[in-house]
T-cell receptor
Framework: GAGVSQTPSNKVTEKGKYVELRCDPISGHTALYWYRQSLGQGPEFLIYFQGTGAADDSGLPNDRFFAVRPEGSVSTLKIQRTERGDSAVYLC??????????????FGPGTRLLVL | AQTVTQSQPEMSVQEAETVTLSCTYDTSESNYYLFWYKQPPSRQMILVIRQEAYKQQNATENRFSVNFQKAAKSFSLKISDSQLGDTAMYFCAFMKHVSDDKIIFGKGTRLHILP
């Protein structure tokens, strides 16, 4: 089927505003991950969902960042009171879960967030 | 904590030549996965090759192969007969051998294939 999709592709906002970034995983993938990639760096883990619940949110930088996955499929990453330092590409990935040899994560094209 | 180090920020090679990208990592885990991902300008992160640490045989995928040295904690990627389409950022990455865990990425190597 289709790969991981992310919307919007690009988002420009002003400092202090609220933004939502959406991820639609591959159909049937129960595990979903968010990563953040700053300019010139490798992606850094933010949060991981297994089904509807956040199994590991240790990478969220502070309480301005929050993510949900209410029906175990689409996920939304929410950033409150955006700061210029939040500017980055936000990548989403999904994988099959609990099946040996099926842990490969498939990435979406990312959302480039620019905070002015 | 796990770390992944890529010591070559940028490399260039002529088309059809062979190039090797270096990667070292640090972990106290005995079993884990290692990956090489490719990220072209489109931003799409594409899995190139994967190695399971308990397998001694080096993984190969067509023109791509790895040299996995577990004791040295080294995991290099060799691209044979390089093509213009291989131009991209390449990330070495680590994941613990449990289902559903986060990937730890290196900072990447920017590879240019010259015509």
């Amino acid at each position: 089927g289709a790969g991981v999709s992310q919307t919007p592709s690009n988002k420009v906002t002003e400092k202090g505003k609220y933004v939502e970034l959406r991820c639609d995983p591959i159909s049937g993938h129960t595990a979903l991950y968010w990563y953040r990639q700053s300019l010139g760096q490798g992606p850094e883990f933010l949060i991981y969902f297994q089904g509807t619940g956040a199994a590991d949110d240790s990478g969220l930088p502070n309480d301005r960042f929050f993510a949900v996955r209410p029906e175990g499929s689409v996920s939304t990453l929410k950033i409150q009171r955006t700061e210029r330092g939040d500017s980055a590409v936000y990548l989403c990935a999904s994988s099959l879960s609990r099946r040996q040899g099926q842990e490969t994560q498939y990435f979406g094209p990312g959302t480039r967030l620019l905070v002015l | 904590a796990q770390t992944v180090t890529q010591s070559q920020p940028e490399m260039s090679v002529q088309e059809a030549e062979t190039v090797t990208l270096s990667c070292t990592y640090d972990t106290s885990e005995s079993n884990y996965y290692l990956f090489w991902y490719k990220q072209p300008p489109s931003r799409q992160m594409i899995l190139v090759i994967r190695q399971e640490a308990y397998k001694q045989q080096n993984a190969t995928e067509n023109r791509f192969s790895v040299n996995f040295q577990k004791a040295a904690k080294s995991f290099s990627l060799k691209i044979s007969d390089s093509q213009l389409g291989d131009t991209a950022m390449y990330f070495c990455a680590f994941m613990k051998h449990v289902s559903d865990d986060k990937i730890i990425f290196g900072k990447g190597t920017r590879l240019h294939i010259l015509p």
